[in-house]
Structure formats: C-alpha cells, structure tokens
C-alpha cells in the first residue's frame, strides 16, 4: 500500500511549507483540494480588485507550482 507525503509551500520562497503524509491517495487528493481552494480563496477575497476566471485559473496554476507529491 502506498503512502503520500504532500509538501506545499506558501511561497516559492517558503522555508517551511507544510507537510502532511496521508495513507491513502483519496485522503491526499481530499486534503489538497481543500487546502488549495482555501488559498485561493484567501486570495480572492483579499484582492484589492475584481478577479477574473481567467485570473483564478492563474492562481490555480501558481498554486500547483508550491505543491509536490511523494510516493512513499
């Protein structure tokens, strides 16, 4: 059975991202959809002007760029 271990910065100059280690791939993928879209937002509502779809999809991006997957 595999074993995950998610690392997910803040930024790309994040010296301590958070890191979880999940036992099963639903748990992890559950977690990071959270995490991801709790981030985003953040973001969103922080803005100091209206985002577009097309920004959120930036963000998305940007976001998938803090977060590597290990298998265990």
């Not at 995950?4 to 959809?33: G, Q, R």
Request: glycine share 2%; charged share 30%.
């Amino acid at each position: 059975m595999a074993r995950y271990k998610v690392t997910y910065a803040c930024d790309s100059l994040d010296s301590n991202p958070t890191v979880k280690e999940f036992d099963e791939h639903d748990e992890m993928e559950d977690w990071i959809h959270a995490e991801m879209g709790a981030r985003i937002l953040w973001t969103v509502q922080h803005s100091s002007y209206p985002l577009t779809e097309s920004d959120i999809e930036d963000l998305r991006g940007t976001e998938s760029t803090l977060l590597h997957i290990q298998v265990l």
